[in-house]
Nanobody
């Protein structure tokens, strides 16, 4: 059983920074992709960014240049450094882990609230 546990959400003023962490545990295939998505009430969950086990990253246009994803493969942990936060970044942020091994394995964290407000 794979579990993802997120931490680091909270309230921050516009222009501020937050760092999210997500630790994965269980039986995890070494070649995988970890990432972050976010969702606001009434809207679909949207991609924030992803990082492969080899370090290749991909970002949504809305966060490119402000957010940075990194990972510690030894600890199966992914980080999301969020800088220059805007009120429109307010959402529940979800960690995701997936890999393909005969079929797709897809796992989600429970979500952590990020609120950007003065």
């Amino acid at each position: 059983q794979v579990q993802l546990v997120e931490s680091g959400g909270g309230l921050v003023q516009p222009g501020g920074s937050l760092r999210l962490s997500c630790a994965a545990s269980g039986s995890i295939f070494s070649s995988n992709v970890m990432g972050w998505y976010r969702q606001v009430p009434g809207k679909e969950r949207e991609l924030v960014g992803t990082i492969g086990s080899g370090g290749r990253t991909n970002y949504a246009d809305s966060v490119n240049g402000r957010f940075t994803i990194s990972r510690d493969n030894a600890k199966n942990t992914v980080f999301l450094q969020m800088n220059s936060l805007k009120p429109e970044d307010t959402a529940v942020y979800y960690c995701n882990l997936w890999w393909f091994q005969g079929r797709r394995y897809d796992y989600w964290g429970q979500g952590t609230q990020v609120t950007v407000s003065s």
